[in-house]
Nanobody
Framework: LVQVKESGGALVQAGESLRLSCTIS???????????MGWFRQAPGKGREGVAC????????YYADSVKGRFTISKNLAEDTLYLTMDNLSPEDADTYVC?????????????????WGQGTQVAVSS
């Protein structure tokens, strides 16, 4: 069993930055270093859309076109934490952001390949 927990969502102004954090707890002895991970966004009534994903080594990433150059996904293995650093936020970025573990399709960041989901953290951006 893998439990995923994210934090860091907040209300910010357009142009500001925000960093989301995600940790996992497992009963199988594995850690963040053993999983491909990802961040997805979900609007009310819509499906989950891949924002950024990272492979298990942390050396290869995928970004949605809408966030390239502004968002950075990273694994801090010493802290056993996944981060999503979001710069130059705009109101269009506002959504619930959900952390995912064991992302089978990390290279195109598809929700259909995810095995474990967090509950989500809310990001709001005022103009």
């Amino acid at each position: 069993l893998v439990q995923v927990k994210e934090s860091g969502g907040a209300l910010v102004q357009a142009g500001e930055s925000l960093r989301l954090s995600c940790t996992i707890s497992t009963t199988n002895g594995l850690t963040l270093a053993d999983y491909a991970m990802g961040w997805f966004r979900q609007a009310p009534g819509k499906g989950r859309e891949g924002v950024a994903c990272i492979n298990w080594t942390g050396q290869r990433t995928y970004y949605a076109d809408s966030v390239k150059g502004r968002f950075t996904i990273s694994k801090n293995l010493a802290e056993d934490t996944l981060y999503l650093t979001m710069d130059n936020l705009s109101p269009e970025d506002a959504d619930t952001y959900v952390c995912a573990a064991d992302v089978g399709r990390w290279d195109d960041c598809l929700a259909s390949g995810v095995k474990y989901w967090g509950q989500g953290t809310q990001v709001a951006v005022s103009s």
